[in-house]
């Protein structure tokens, strides 16, 4: 059997060992591929087989920086904030902002509401109001039948919060759909949710099937899906920083601290109305709020899914941040949803993960949060205040100064040199590439 046909026919199967070499027979040099694969192989063979089993089809490892935003002041508490990116010059944003604001109050936060969604859909022939004067009694068949399942979860103070009935038939014949609010306290709850979701579907097949009084046709119930939501609008976090407009004096060297905050708000207001610079503007944030996720074992996937609904709410896609201007006070402020957990998951399971919440100070899932949404704000506002200033790129491409001259494969010395010579000088791939050129000759 050839290697395609190995890798279509059971691949899944196959020890890790083998399924690197049929993927190295890809390449031209497939022993340099493996070569190179297991060089990203954790020494500890038991640290590796744990990274092995997050995932499937496992061959290697994929490294991305870990870094420090140090001194984040979030509602006067300070914190070392761990940041995992690839991306060039977001933590030194970071960081940069950090100080900015440490100087002038800190930043400031505060959890609007923790709830989680969780939906059953289903399909039900029969009448519908019929349907909705039922539903008391299935809600309780329903929490009595989640009872054990929910206990540990309400005893840390969670749990279900209450579900309300949705009619969907105007859109799709006989759908209608459970909606159910939880608490899941410091856990994502993603599992939680899921199983509490699925008992309820059986439950609710149950309790039809046993309605002596209804025709037979209406005793069955299609269960559709029951899954969970990333669109958490009601689990989400404030975060804000403000100061007198004088105290913006100098970010600027042609304009006063109000003039500045004016010029400041109207580069903000731009992507609250036009989507193609909210697009831009709004990733900027998800620099760093992502890179916090990602290094607390946190799903980044599903907090930005929420975070770009939360900013389509309003029936277009807009700005996450906005800023104020009252009575001599510069206001800028981000307010997203972000659902986070401390407890279960990788944030467990990742030592790296586990080592990031002990430097954060083992926070809750809500102070995680704040801390996660207050690196989103510091990141739009190192980037705003670049492109109203000198331009993104002269700070973002020197900080890719290292990339452009790794990717040229340059000395240690050349690299030296190069750090010098660009000191003040425009640096792009060409002019790298020139002056690595000249130092060469």
Known sequence: MDTRERIKKGFSKLPKEEKLKLIANYFENPGEVVRLLKSYWHADAKKQQLFDEFSENTITNFFIPYGISPNVNINGKNYIVPMVIEESSVVAAASAAAKFWGERGGFHAEVVDVRKVGQVHFGWSGDKEQLFALFPEIEQRLLADTDGMTEKMRKRGGGIL???LIDYTAQIPDYYQIRVEFDTGDAMGANFINSVLEQFGHSLQDFFAEQ??????????EIIMTILSNNTPDCRVRVWVECPVEQLDGIDENLSGAEYAKKFKKAVDIAHID???ATTHNKGIYNGIDAVVIATGNDFRAV???GHTFASRNGRYES???????DGVFHFELEVPMALGTVGGLTSL????KKTLELLGNPTAPELMTIAATMGLANNFSAVRSLTTKGIQAGH???????ILNQLNATEEQKRQAHEYFKDKTVSFAAVEKFLEGLRK
Do not use: F, W, Y
């Open 320 to 326: 996450l941040s906005s800023v104020t201007i009252e």
């Open 212 to 221: 002596s009084d209804l025709p037979k046709e209406q005793r069955k119930v």
């Open 350 to 353: 990742h030592p790296l993960a």
């Open 304 to 306: 930005e899914a929420a």
């Open 275 to 277: 989507v193609d610079r």
């Open 162 to 164: 209450g579900m309300r």
């Open 397 to 403: 491409m020197k900080m890719h100064l290292n990339n």
